[in-house]
């Protein structure tokens, strides 16, 4: 079944990539931090990027 269209938006955005290099560029930019500890803190807490922030401020 084909993707829902009328669900723009959202939860992809909430996700960090670090298979998309222009995704771990822009994470690395939102988060002011380093690719390592861009990974180091996914590979903690999942690829929500609310507990990454979490992670990350602590």
């Known amino acids: 079944m ?7 938006g959202g939860q ?3 996700r960090i990539s670090l298979s998309e290099e ?3 560029r822009d994470w690395m930019e ?3 931090v380093s690719k390592e ?3 180091e ?3 903690a ?3 929500r990027a609310d ?3 979490e992670y990350l401020n602590r």
Request: no cysteine.
């Open 41 to 43: 803190a996914v590979n």
């Open 12 to 14: 992809d955005r909430q």
């Open 45 to 47: 807490v999942g690829d």
């Open 22 to 24: 222009y995704e771990v």
């Open 51 to 53: 507990d990454v922030r």
């Open 2 to 8: 084909a993707d829902d269209k009328t669900q723009l």
């Open 37 to 39: 500890k861009l990974v």
């Open 30 to 32: 939102s988060f002011g």
